[in-house]
């Protein structure tokens, strides 16, 4: 264990009035300034005091000085430096546009109609009167583009019929003329060594909705760890056709827009939202397309049940960084191809989305963090998250659409001869009226049948996908390597601790938490790349597959219409919430090592 004094002791003292009330731990404490998160904040190391709970007793807490302030005990005639509100911390800015004088020029020259869209990609492939536009179909289906607003009809195998029609037919698993623009831009090799970590957010009018991966080695579709040992290091190509996938999360206020609506089906691996309407298919020259090179990727990280590797993102138009390379580096894990990780890997993308924004974002100054007695960096906890992706399968996805088509219309089929059967046997004859009560083929199904029904589907369509061949996509901020244990200070196993301790406060449990899943690299991250250092470290705690989350959880448990069950589930809910998270916090003193709070 490396041992070295603690950096951020405070030894500030605020004098009690002899007459001042009882600090009384059963009531709050006065608010004071801080973080969004709640805890409470001080701009210094000398913007925190040790109080006395009881004056004259040597009972102490810790308190912030806007918390003093706030409280009045003592604070007449004592001046107190000017303290300012707890601010974000960017990282070191990367992301820019890439050409500005183009952007600012076009922009000047733009009509009402152009000022609209979100990319530059989006403008050069807006569907104009005379252009052709890849209209997609089933599985069965070819079309050639069309112009005019014909109807689609794609679900039941129907092809789409056109008055005008060019030389080149296309189907559902065509790229679009967006996506085609795109994949002509990256098809040359990548230096991953020299690529800039995407640190940033990615502004959410240019967040990616279709990633298209160039995946020749088929990395996606590892099976486990023992075929990637296997595999050698092959000089980079580029794929014809990449593999195209689409934003799962986050969740963006966009995406009830046409071009965007296949979001609301998280199993869907369409990248449209039931049929494909005319107006659907022109709408995909409004998507964020990037571009994900694996080819040759260096690996990050290995576990159980998936694999990490560095990928060179190109992200969509007019997003580029200040080196002017037109990659950046992003950490994609991918899950090994059987069910149990395909959950693992949802379930992190879910909470991802679920993480308010302040575990992912730095603040100035310190926060206080019990039961840790002294002030900790007010870091970020988690890395900044690039969006969970799924692999679209236009062909999987026609036929289980078709399926379900087959399915409707065969109990349609059962119930109308239930209901003739009826008539023929006239054993539902009403002894007063001596009229057939008979069952009406076209009324729907009962709710309990409906629901049933239902679930049964949902859950065989959710099985079909998880266990497609091809891996989902977790892109997520790269934050450096495992730490090792022993070699943390005492401040950086209390900052770890403290990760961890927010997390919770957050309402949300980690439940995978081993030393291996906390990562450490240079910083501050604020600092350009070659100014960092390793004796200023950035910590984030990783590995979220398994993690619970409170407000999921009570959600469920509301749901249920009984008051007496709703009361037993949310009562036990909350029993076994606290005993997992005592049982983290007694297990992360022995992954970090540390003997006691007052380390």
Same mark, same amino acid.
């Given at each position: 264990?490396?041992?070295?004094?603690?950096?951020?002791?405070?030894?500030?003292?605020?004098?009690?009035?002899?007459?001042?009330?009882?600090?009384?731990?059963?009531?709050?404490?006065?608010?004071?300034?801080?973080?969004?998160?709640?805890?409470?904040?001080?701009?210094?190391?000398?913007?925190?005091?040790?109080?006395?709970?009881?004056?004259?007793?040597?009972?102490?807490?810790?308190?912030?000085?806007?918390?003093?302030?706030?409280?009045?005990?003592?604070?007449?005639?004592?001046?107190?430096?000017?303290?300012?509100?707890?601010?974000?911390?960017?990282?070191?800015?990367?992301?820019?546009?890439?050409?500005?004088?183009?952007?600012?020029?076009?922009?000047?020259?733009?009509?009402?109609?152009?000022?609209?869209?979100?990319?530059?990609?989006?403008?050069?492939?807006?569907?104009?009167?005379?252009?052709?536009?890849?209209?997609?179909?089933?599985?069965?289906?070819?079309?050639?583009?069309?112009?005019?607003?014909?109807?689609?009809?794609?679900?039941?195998?129907?092809?789409?019929?056109?008055?005008?029609? /060019?030389? !080149?037919?296309?189907? +559902?698993?065509?790229? %679009?003329?967006?996506?085609?623009?795109? &994949? @002509?831009?990256?098809?040359?090799?990548?230096?991953?060594?020299?690529?800039?970590?995407?640190?940033?957010?990615?502004?959410?009018?240019?967040?990616?909705?279709?990633?298209?991966?160039?995946?020749?080695?088929?990395?996606?579709?590892?099976?486990?760890?023992?075929?990637?040992?296997?595999?050698?290091?092959?000089?980079?190509?580029?794929?014809?056709?990449?593999?195209?996938?689409?934003?799962?999360?986050?969740?963006?206020?966009?995406?009830?827009?046409?071009?965007?609506?296949?979001?609301?089906?998280?199993?869907?691996?369409?990248?449209?939202?039931? /049929?494909? !309407?005319?107006?659907? +298919?022109?709408?995909? %020259?409004?998507?964020?397309?990037?571009? &994900? @090179?694996?080819?040759?990727?260096?690996?990050?990280?290995?576990?159980?049940?998936?694999?990490?590797?560095?990928?060179?993102?190109?992200?969509?138009?007019?997003?580029?960084?200040?080196?002017?390379?037109?990659?950046?580096?992003?950490?994609?894990?991918?899950?090994?191809?059987?069910?149990?990780?395909?959950?693992?890997?949802?379930?992190?993308?879910?909470?991802?989305?679920?993480?308010?924004?302040?575990?992912?974002?730095?603040?100035?100054?310190?926060?206080?963090?019990?039961?840790?007695?002294?002030?900790?960096?007010?870091?970020?906890?988690?890395?900044?998250?690039?969006?969970?992706?799924?692999?679209?399968?236009?062909?999987?996805?026609?036929?289980?659409?078709?399926?379900?088509?087959?399915?409707?219309?065969?109990?349609?089929?059962?119930?109308?001869?239930?209901?003739?059967?009826?008539?023929?046997?006239?054993?539902?004859?009403?002894?007063?009226?001596?009229?057939?009560?008979?069952?009406?083929?076209?009324?729907?199904?009962?709710?309990?049948?409906?629901?049933?029904?239902?679930?049964?589907?949902?859950?065989?369509?959710?099985?079909?996908?998880?266990?497609?061949?091809?891996?989902?996509?977790?892109?997520?901020?790269?934050?450096?390597?495992?730490?090792?244990?022993?070699?943390?200070?005492?401040?950086?196993?209390?900052?770890?601790?403290?990760?961890?301790?927010?997390?919770?406060?957050?309402?949300?449990?980690?439940?995978?938490?081993?030393?291996?899943?906390?990562?450490?690299?240079?910083?501050?991250?604020?600092?350009?790349?070659?100014?960092?250092?390793?004796?200023?470290?950035?910590?984030?705690?990783?590995?979220?597959?398994?993690?619970?989350?409170?407000?999921?959880?009570?959600?469920?448990?509301?749901?249920?219409?009984?008051?007496?069950?709703?009361?037993?589930?949310?009562?036990?809910?909350?029993?076994?919430?606290?005993?997992?998270?005592?049982?983290?916090?007694?297990?992360?003193?022995?992954?970090?090592?540390?003997?006691?709070?007052?380390?």
């Amino acid at each position: 264990m490396a041992s070295s004094p603690c950096k951020f002791l405070v030894t500030n003292e605020w004098t009690r009035d002899p007459n001042g009330k009882i600090l009384d731990k059963s009531k709050s404490p006065p608010t004071g300034k801080r973080t969004p998160e709640g805890l409470p904040w001080g701009h210094t190391l000398n913007d925190f005091f040790w109080i006395r709970r009881i004056p004259g007793l040597n009972i102490m807490t810790m308190y912030s000085r806007s918390m003093i302030q706030e409280m009045g005990e003592n604070v007449a005639g004592v001046e107190h430096p000017p303290e300012p509100q707890p601010t974000v911390l960017d990282p070191w800015p990367l992301l820019t546009l890439s050409s500005p004088d183009a952007s600012t020029k076009a922009s000047e020259n733009a009509t009402d109609a152009e000022v609209e869209i979100h990319c530059a990609s989006d403008a050069a492939n807006r569907h104009t009167e005379g252009q052709v536009n890849p209209l997609l179909v089933n599985h069965e289906g070819e079309v050639s583009g069309d112009t005019d607003d014909t109807a689609v009809n794609s679900t039941n195998g129907q092809k789409i019929t056109t008055e005008e029609k /060019t030389d !080149t037919a296309h189907t +559902i698993d065509d790229l %679009s003329i967006a996506e085609e623009n795109v &994949l @002509n831009q990256n098809m040359s090799t990548v230096d991953y060594v020299s690529l800039s970590k995407l640190e940033e957010d990615i502004p959410e009018v240019s967040f990616p909705d279709i990633v298209l991966v160039n995946d020749p080695e088929g990395i996606t579709k590892t099976e486990d760890i023992y075929h990637l040992k296997c595999q050698t290091i092959q000089e980079q190509t580029s794929m014809k056709k990449p593999l195209r996938y689409k934003r799962v999360w986050p969740k963006l206020a966009r995406d009830s827009e046409p071009s965007t609506l296949f979001n609301s089906d998280i199993h869907s691996s369409s990248v449209f939202h039931q /049929t494909p !309407t005319t107006d659907e +298919i022109k709408q995909q %020259s409004n998507r964020n397309i990037a571009y &994900l @090179n694996l080819s040759s990727a260096p690996v990050l990280g290995t576990g159980h049940h998936s694999i990490v590797y560095r990928g060179a993102l190109q992200l969509p138009s007019p997003l580029s960084d200040f080196s002017l390379n037109p990659c950046v580096s992003v950490a994609t894990k991918m899950a090994f191809i059987r069910g149990e990780e395909r959950e693992l890997i949802e379930q992190e993308g879910r909470v991802y989305n679920a993480f308010p924004e302040y575990l992912k974002t730095s603040y100035s100054g310190y926060n206080l963090v019990p039961p840790i007695a002294h002030p900790v960096p007010a870091a970020a906890c988690v890395p900044k998250f690039f969006g969970y992706y799924v692999p679209v399968n236009e062909v999987n996805e026609a036929k289980l659409r078709e399926a379900d088509l087959s399915a409707l219309a065969e109990r349609r089929k059962r119930r109308k001869a239930a209901g003739a059967k009826q008539v023929n046997d006239g054993d539902t004859l009403d002894p007063e009226s001596e009229e057939v009560a008979i069952v009406d083929p076209d009324e729907d199904e009962t709710e309990d049948e409906k629901a049933l029904e239902e679930e049964v589907n949902e859950r065989s369509h959710i099985e079909e996908r998880r266990w497609q061949p091809i891996s989902p996509l977790l892109l997520v901020e790269e934050c450096g390597k495992d730490i090792v244990a022993s070699e943390l200070t005492r401040d950086e196993r209390n900052e770890c601790f403290t990760i961890l301790l927010r997390l919770h406060h957050a309402n949300f449990i980690h439940k995978s938490l081993y030393v291996r899943n906390f990562l450490k690299q240079p910083g501050p991250l604020t600092k350009p790349p070659q100014e960092r250092s390793i004796s200023s470290p950035s910590f984030r705690l990783i590995d979220f597959g398994r993690t619970r989350i409170w407000r999921d959880e009570m959600e469920e448990a509301l749901s249920i219409e009984r008051e007496d069950q709703k009361n037993k589930i949310l009562k036990n809910a909350a029993q076994e919430w606290f005993t997992d998270r005592n049982y983290e916090v007694g297990k992360v003193f022995r992954e970090l090592e540390i003997p006691n709070y007052e380390s």
